[in-house]
C-alpha cells in the first residue's frame, strides 16, 4: 500500500523543511499554512483559504470545509 493511503505522516523535522523552502523560494504563505497545519491539524485548504480577519482577538477562527464545524 502506498504511505499516502496508510495515513503516513511526515516527520517534523520535513515538515520543517518543507516550510522552510516555501519562505527560500518566496512563498510565505504556503509556509504559513504549512506550519498551521502541522500544529493545527486542519485541511491544508481550510488554511490556504482564510482572510486575514479570521486571525482576531489572539485566536485563530477556522470553519473547516468538510464538516462545517467552526473551530476557534
Given at each position: 500500500m502506498a504511505?499516502?493511503?496508510a495515513g503516513w505522516?511526515?516527520?517534523g523535522a520535513a515538515?520543517?523543511?518543507?516550510?522552510t523552502a516555501a519562505d527560500i523560494l518566496g512563498f510565505?504563505?504556503?509556509a504559513t499554512m504549512i506550519r498551521l497545519n502541522?500544529?493545527?491539524g486542519?485541511?491544508?485548504?481550510?488554511?490556504?483559504?482564510?482572510p486575514r480577519q479570521a486571525y482576531?482577538?489572539?485566536i485563530l477562527h477556522v470553519v473547516q470545509s468538510?464538516?462545517?464545524q467552526y473551530v476557534p
Open positions: 504511505w499516502w493511503r505522516v511526515w516527520p515538515v520543517d523543511r518543507f516550510a510565505p504563505s504556503i502541522e500544529w493545527l486542519q485541511r491544508p485548504g481550510d488554511l490556504l483559504t482564510l482576531r482577538d489572539g468538510k464538516t462545517g
